[in-house]
């Protein structure tokens, strides 16, 4: 299993406050992405990260920041969560951009925010 | 743009029985195919992938043959067991981008009685 983590993994938050994700990974990889799961969506993109300090927005960015100041740490923030944010977030992690290259995933995040 | 359009579930099937999830997908380009499983409360982990046009996935007994003609990738198993129950995801990846992002469906619904 690729060396991923995530924390928390479970987090119960009220309107309005910030939210910092972690991701961790021991593989040494380039590429990492941010995803939210909800029901009826499958999986969508935040924000994702071709290298240390170097990030862009994905399909769903609005209300979400991230930070790469090493290699192996990317976090996603959530500037003042609401609502509409509950879901279980997924780190991924590839090794290469192009498109044929397996992407890891870590275990979750869980988030309700109420 | 770039799609991917799942079966919808969720699917109930017997043990020993025929599986058939169908895919089917939108791309600029020469996109890389994948499925993913989700087991329950865990990440995501790729079950298999086809990079190019006739291409045969396979993996754990599952099949998937990547289809330019009909723009498919139908996931089957031949004889499924209570243990392939989960969520599956079909997806794709252009590996013309510099983004190496993923595209998801809704993810399909399996569950499989003994």
């Known amino acids: 299993d690729a060396g991923i983590t995530q924390s928390p993994r479970h987090k119960v938050t009220e309107t309005g406050t910030p939210v910092t994700l972690r991701c961790h990974q021991t593989e040494n990889h380039r590429y990492m992405y941010w995803y939210r799961q909800d029901p009826g969506h499958g999986l969508r993109l935040i924000h994702y990260?071709?290298?240390?300090?170097?990030?862009d927005k994905g399909e769903v960015s609005d209300g979400y920041s991230v930070s790469r100041s090493k290699t192996e740490d990317f976090l996603l923030t959530l500037e003042s969560a609401t609502s509409s944010q509950t879901s279980v977030y997924f780190c991924a992690i590839s090794g290469s951009s192009g498109g044929q290259e397996t992407q890891y995933f870590g275990p979750g995040t869980r988030l309700l925010v109420l | 743009g770039n799609s991917v359009t799942q079966m919808e579930g969720p699917v109930t099937l017997s043990e020993e029985a025929f599986l058939t999830i169908n895919c089917t997908y939108t791309?600029?380009?020469?996109?890389?195919l994948f499925w993913y499983v989700q087991y329950p409360g865990e990440g995501l982990q790729l079950l298999l992938k086809a990079t190019k046009a006739d291409d045969k996935g396979s993996n754990k007994g599952f099949e998937a043959t990547y289809r330019k003609e009909t723009t498919s990738f139908h996931l089957e198993k031949g004889s499924v067991q209570v243990s392939d129950s989960a969520v599956y995801f079909c997806?794709?990846?252009?590996?013309?981008?510099?983004?190496?992002?993923?595209?998801f469906g809704r993810g399909t619904q399996l569950t499989v009685w003994p």
């Open positions: 997806a794709l990846s252009d590996p013309g981008s510099t983004l190496g992002r993923l595209y």
């Open positions: 791309a600029t380009g020469y996109p890389s």
């Open positions: 990260s071709y290298g240390v300090k170097d990030t």
